[in-house]
T-cell receptor, first 115, second 119 residues
Framework: GAVVSQHPSWVICKSGTSVKIECRSLDFQATTMFWYRQFPKQSLMLMATSNEGSKATYEQGVEKDKFLINHASLTLSTLTVTSAHPEDSSFYICSARTDSYNEQFFGPGTRLTVL | SQQGEEDPQALSIQEGENATMNCSYKTSINNLQWYRQNSGRGLVHLILIRSNEREKHSGRLRVTLDTSKKSSSLLITASRAADTASYFC???????????????????FGQGTILTVHP
């Protein structure tokens, strides 16, 4: 099956620093990647949709200048949390899809803790 | 916005019993999917049912879809302790989404059901 990886799997940083999370599709080319955020005991909330080579589409209420998304290639998308604050602490999950499949393949998630 | 609502929010059963989780949604859909998530981990895709299907089986899983009621159910038969996890339904947009469009394939997740199966 299609595999999506995320790196790092967890990160702890100080308030005010920026953190970059990578999402890679390992064995297929992802035309679209999605970024989700999940707070403890809650569901996944879609943050943004990114298509290779174009600007990401952000969901209402998500600050695009704070959560920078770059979908540089068909196998890599990055999410950068700029000037992170404790309220940004969450579980960030990416998924990838290709037009060949009707299914999204999810990464294992990245646990971000901002001190 | 989250359109999926699931019930129950939490379900506790004994091993061997069946577990039924329900999901309701509000807008038209292309398909509905069920996912499983173990604590602190990523999502595992369980099953996808298209809008023109009414029932689907996969091993111990049975999913139904009633588009007239905008609801779906997931039944896990003969549950095992290893089935303990959170279960989410997710809907993919229907009318208006087209292949290659930025919103195509966008999933909206339900609130989830926390299933605990006691050995």
């Amino acid at each position: 099956g299609a595999v999506v990886s995320q790196h790092p799997s967890w990160v702890i940083c100080k308030s005010g620093t920026s953190v970059k999370i990578e999402c890679r599709s390992l064995d297929f080319q992802a035309t679209t990647m999605f970024w989700y955020r999940q707070f403890p005991k809650q569901s996944l909330m879609l943050m943004a949709t990114s298509n290779e080579g174009s600007k990401a589409t952000y969901e209402q209420g998500v600050e695009k200048d704070k959560f920078l998304i770059n979908h540089a290639s068909l196998t890599l998308s990055t999410l950068t949390v700029t000037s992170a604050h404790p309220e940004d602490s969450s579980f960030y999950i990416c998924s990838a899809r290709t037009d060949s499949y009707n299914e999204q393949f999810f990464g294992p998630g990245t646990r971000l803790t901002v001190l | 916005s989250q359109q999926g609502e699931e019930d129950p929010q939490a379900l506790s059963i004994q091993e061997g019993e069946n577990a039924t989780m329900n999901c309701s949604y509000k807008t038209s859909i292309n398909n509905l999917q069920w996912y499983r998530q173990n604590s602190g981990r990523g999502l595992v895709h369980l099953i996808l049912i298209r809008s023109n299907e009414r029932e689907k089986h996969s091993g111990r899983l049975r999913v139904t879809l009633d588009t007239s009621k905008k609801s779906s159910s997931l039944l896990i038969t003969a549950s095992r302790a290893a089935d303990t996890a959170s279960y989410f339904c997710a809907t993919a947009a229907g009318v208006g989404g087209h292949a290659g469009g930025t919103s195509y394939g966008k999933l909206t997740f339900g609130q989830g059901t926390i299933l605990t199966v006691h050995p």
